[in-house]
């Protein structure tokens, strides 16, 4: 049995080495442990790791092309601040056939990609901005992104105007 420790805590849990255990993963509902020739290292509490947040929410919603500019409250229900919020829309209207957008808020961050297609041609880019974008023919809707404990705010702005059609799209928070 190999006696090297790479991490000499005393208070590291020992485990019965066995064979197929030598150098694993394993997780526990809080924690992810590495196993290395048989020894554990320091477990990593599951809230450090993106994407094993214990507290998720997710919703859709819809807003008209043509919408003049407002705040959007969507209620969460996290009962904490959201660390990531992820949106992602779809719509057809204004001289696009479609478009999308895919948004991330991460800890006050934000940064978006759109794709627009029009017969023909299509229009791609990204905002850090905005954490949707959806302007079909150069008309449609932006939304810039603020939370809290209890609800998403999305404060929106008509991109020029007459597009018509729906925006929708989904979100997903987690805190």
């Known amino acids: 049995m190999n006696t090297f420790n790479p991490f000499p805590a005393t208070n590291i849990p020992k485990i019965t080495p066995k064979e197929e ?3 694993a993963r394993y997780s526990t509902e ?3 442990y590495h196993v290395h020739n048989g020894v554990d290292a320091p477990k990593i509490p599951a809230a450090n790791i993106l994407g094993l947040s214990t507290v998720r929410s997710i919703g859709n919603s819809s807003r008209a092309l043509n919408a003049t500019a407002g705040t959007q409250t969507i209620a969460h229900g996290l009962g904490t601040k959201p ?3 992820r949106i992602n829309g779809t719509a057809a209207g204004g001289t696009a056939i479609a478009a999308v957008s895919y948004g991330i808020y991460y800890n006050g961050n934000v940064s978006a990609n759109y794709l627009e297609m029009y017969v023909g041609t299509s229009v791609s880019g990204g905002t850090t901005g905005d954490i949707i974008y959806l302007a079909g023919g150069g008309s449609g809707q932006s939304a810039t992104i603020t939370v809290d404990s ?3 705010y999305l404060a929106w702005s008509q991109v020029s105007g007459g597009a018509t059609g729906t925006l929708y799209f989904t979100w997903e928070a987690e805190g």
């Open 83 to 85: 660390t990531v919020v």
């Open 21 to 23: 255990r030598k150098n």
């Open 30 to 32: 809080n924690a992810v």
């Open 150 to 152: 209890t609800n998403i």
